[in-house]
């Protein structure tokens, strides 16, 4: 090779040298910039949030001392009142007092109609909730019990505003007064309830609580309304885990109500949920004796096995799967049941005459037992 083929040689990689540096400072230059730019922006979100955070978490408005009465219905999760002292003016963000509370682990908001002002704090507003210090005075108090049937709910309705069961029970099964409160419980009340066979399409979503009322002569519409708030409150709490497992409130409810009814004080609620959902994934009928009960819609002593033969979509010894709907209402054990089963291999429960209950794997195995504790004895 010449000296000059060899000069040029060097010159053309000198050459690409030369650019490919060129190249690396643009490349250089402009991750450069775009890491400020990027930092710029971060920086600028994280401030403005933080600005946000701040001013949401600061009185309404310091200089407005006009008193508003406010009224946190009974069962309000914290989100609900969150959003209706933000709907009333008294703090700036439903969301921000949301995670203020958490943050402080604040509990115990106390339901009725309260004094505030939007120059009010937010640890201000708490303690006033916490308290119940400028709550009205309690008229009454109305429990239902777990357990407890759409009747039987009624009657009790019925006792407490000087009316009689039947007519409360007609009311809440109204097919208007069903749809006004469709249109204000979406995603409570779905079409679900009214399924064809759906016998009572309120059964189940009245809560089993005691509540307090303000007033001497509520009318059922408002008795039930602050009812479906307080089971709205307690669903919600576990939409997550609902949605997770694609169950319907409906489903939710109904399952849980399966478990209500079978259970006793001593039971473990997760293993009678878990002969529940082993029966309906082998395809096995539920055949518990509470359906068949509620299909006859009357009281009885015993299940006999000629009642068992009754024609209806809640015979759970004719039909497999999960009834149309509710049998009764359900307390949040037999709700967290339904939703937590225990990992068993059971297909059968029996109830002894203790309350006792005992589980089997193998249809042998249940017939041992109910030899021995219930034929036998």
Excluded: C, W
Aim: hydrophobic share 35%; glycine share 8%.
């Amino acid at each position: 090779m010449s000296s000059n083929e060899t000069k040029d040689k060097k010159s053309i990689i000198r050459q690409k040298l030369t650019e490919r540096q060129s190249e690396a400072k643009v490349v250089r230059k402009i991750v450069f910039i775009t890491t400020i730019v990027l930092i710029l922006i971060i920086g600028g979100i994280a401030g403005g949030g933080y600005l946000y955070i701040n001013s949401a978490i600061k009185p309404a408005d310091p200089e407005n001392n006009t008193v508003k009465p406010v009224e946190i219905p009974i069962g309000s999760s914290v989100t609900g009142i969150a959003q209706v002292l933000e709907d009333n003016g008294i703090i700036k963000d439903a969301r921000v007092f949301k995670y203020y509370v958490k943050l402080k682990n604040e509990s115990g908001f106390m339901a009725g109609t309260y004094d505030m002002k939007p120059s009010m704090t937010l640890d201000e507003i708490i303690g006033s909730l916490k308290t119940g210090s400028v709550m009205d005075e309690v008229v009454f108090q109305m429990t239902i019990p777990e357990g407890k049937q759409l009747e039987q709910i009624a009657g009790i309705i019925g006792e407490k505003i000087g009316q009689e069961g039947e007519a409360v029970f007609e009311q809440l099964n109204d097919e208007t007064f069903i749809e006004s409160l469709m249109a204000k419980y979406p995603n409570l009340l779905t079409d679900e309830i009214l399924g064809e066979n759906v016998l009572y399409p309120l059964e189940g979503y009245l809560f089993p609580a005691t509540y307090p009322f303000y007033k001497e002569d509520p009318t059922v519409e408002e008795i039930v309304t602050v009812m479906l708030d307080k089971t709205n409150a307690v669903i919600n709490e576990y939409a997550g885990e609902m949605g997770a497992q694609e169950m319907t409130v409906h489903e939710l409810l109904t399952m849980a109500s399966l478990i209500e009814e079978e259970a006793t004080e001593q039971v473990d609620r997760e293993s009678i949920s878990s002969v529940f959902y082993n029966r309906m994934e082998t395809g096995m009928p539920l055949q518990t004796d509470p359906t068949v009960l509620y299909a006859h819609g009357e009281h009885l002593d015993r299940v006999l096995y000629e009642h068992l033969e009754i024609d209806s979509p809640y015979n759970t010894y004719q039909n497999t799967g999960l009834t149309p709907g509710p049998i009764a209402n359900a307390g949040v054990s037999s709700i967290e049941a339904a939703l937590y089963p225990a990992e068993t291999e059971y297909l059968y429960f029996l109830a002894t005459g203790t309350g006792e209950v005992l589980f089997s794997t193998t249809l042998d195995e249940h017939n041992q037992k109910k030899a021995e504790h219930i034929t036998n004895q």
